[in-house]
């Protein structure tokens, strides 16, 4: 039987060896999911030159895998339950690095929508698993540390895309193949490798875990267990969470979030295509630029975080990053192609900075038995975002030759964004005075009766 002092050092010494071998691993497989994900953003004016694929078709493609992920999320998070995260992790990467590699024989624009749908349709549930994964692996009070992590870790990923996307295309006819069939069959072959390793060194339980002690397994295990049982112990009260769900609250996330994923996906299949407008530069030097938004989309992250964590309110936080990538898209649309690298980067370090500033909001502000459903329906909806930016930019672009109308509307979206954030509801205070927890604004005392009730440390 462990001591009280005992199983504190063991639990921290168990959560940070997590942090040194597995989050790492995650990093990894967050580095092949963005690789191919973008990678069509990089190859886009040669399926053009190469295959016929126009604007519209190439911005519909992009946005086909969205709907795809869209339908098939739920079905696998509930295969990922049954199968369990590493299984079901090792499934996903397997499955879209085929499809990836699959991008090499492309030849119309069928060809090239079947494969953005089945991308998606593969990919599905990737988020949510390793969400899940943390969740059977991180005590509570870290979790939020490991996703914030996680979720800065794809700034870094569309970063490396760039040059290695750069890299690729630069292959033209070697071997036979074209650049672009370079960049899809090694970025598919990567992660399948990395998928097949995934199945090698993660483990599916803490008692498999032949990096930990013993003791570390038993204060690990112990606090994961005391924490399900401590969220079950509501479970049992007469709430209806599908009324619950009927929330404005929810609805108004879900348009911030959207907000913030046009944001995003414009940038991801778009980006490229403006740096080209730069004098000069090549498949080479068009990878590098295009990875300077994002990584100083890492710094500004790294920034928000630190003030996030002394803020009593995120909502300030979320209205100023929001209103950043409103003007930085703005001034990107004037601007010279040169100043509107620039801009872009500008407005990098607003959507990115938003979208983990966002996630902390649904948590203190939704009732803990409708946050599960609530969270699944916010990232689905939310991520429809990434089918109507590169769609849109495609249809505009087609009917007007550039893709200024469109940072237009991205900054209006920003814009429009930051004006919903005000009606937000947040938690007041961590507790309130007389130690008993505190409740989301607009919570009733009935919600709040049949909400977990969370032991207080003092």
């Not at 921290?12 to 580095?31: E, N, Q, Y």
């Not at 794809?154 to 292959?171: E, K, T």
């Amino acid at each position: 039987m462990q001591s009280v002092d005992t199983a504190v050092t063991d639990l921290a010494s168990a959560t940070k060896k997590f942090f040194r071998r597995v989050l790492p691993i995650m990093l990894v497989m967050l580095v092949c999911n963005q690789l191919n994900r973008s990678n069509i953003g990089y190859a886009q004016d040669h399926l053009q030159a190469d295959v016929g694929i126009g604007a519209a078709a190439y911005g519909f493609g992009a946005g086909l895998f969205f709907i795809a992920y869209a339908i098939f999320e739920l079905p696998s998070n509930v295969m990922m339950e049954k199968f369990g995260a590493k299984i079901w992790l090792t499934r996903i990467m397997i499955s879209w690095g085929i499809v990836s590699f699959l991008m090499v024989f492309v030849q119309n624009e069928t060809m090239f929508y079947v494969l953005r749908f089945l991308l998606g349709a593969a990919e599905a549930g990737f988020f949510p698993a390793v969400i899940f994964y943390f969740a059977r692996w991180v005590p509570a009070g870290q979790r939020g540390k490991a996703t914030a992590v996680f979720i800065a870790g794809s700034s870094v990923a569309a970063a490396l895309s760039g040059p290695i996307a750069g890299v690729l295309l630069s292959l033209h006819d070697v071997a036979g193949l074209r650049g672009w069939q370079w960049l899809f069959g090694f970025e598919g072959l990567l992660s399948v490798t990395v998928g097949m390793a995934v199945f090698f060194v993660l483990d599916a339980r803490i008692q498999d875990a032949k990096w930990l002690t013993a003791g570390e397994k038993s204060a690990l295990a112990g606090a994961i267990d005391r924490e399900d049982a401590q969220h079950s112990a509501g479970s049992g009260d007469k709430v209806n969470r599908w009324k619950m769900l009927l929330n404005p609250q929810i609805l108004l996330l879900c348009g911030i979030y959207f907000s913030v994923q046009l944001s995003i996906y414009a940038n991801t299949f778009w980006l490229p295509s403006i740096v080209k407008q730069i004098p000069g530069t090549t498949d080479l030097s068009v990878g590098f630029l295009s990875a300077i938004p994002w990584v100083c989309a890492v710094f500004a992250m790294y920034f928000a975080a630190k003030w996030q964590d002394k803020a009593k309110s995120k909502r300030p936080l979320l209205v100023v990053a929001l209103l950043v990538a409103a003007v930085g898209t703005f001034a990107a649309a004037v601007a010279t192609p040169v100043l509107a690298l620039v801009f872009l980067a500008v407005a990098a370090m607003g959507f990115k900075s938003a979208s983990p500033l966002f996630w902390t909001i649904p948590q203190s502000g939704l009732h803990p038995l409708v946050l599960a459903p609530a969270i699944a329906i916010i990232n689905s909806l939310g991520n429809l975002g990434g089918f109507v930016a590169p769609f849109g930019f495609g249809i505009i672009k087609e009917q007007t030759g550039s893709v200024v109308p469109g940072l237009f509307a991205l900054a209006a979206a920003s814009t429009v964004a930051a004006g919903l954030v005000y009606f937000l509801k947040e938690r007041k205070a961590a507790n309130s005075p007389d130690g008993t927890e505190a409740r989301p604004e607009g919570e009733t005392p009935v919600e709040a009766n049949a909400r977990p009730k969370v032991a207080v440390n003092k």
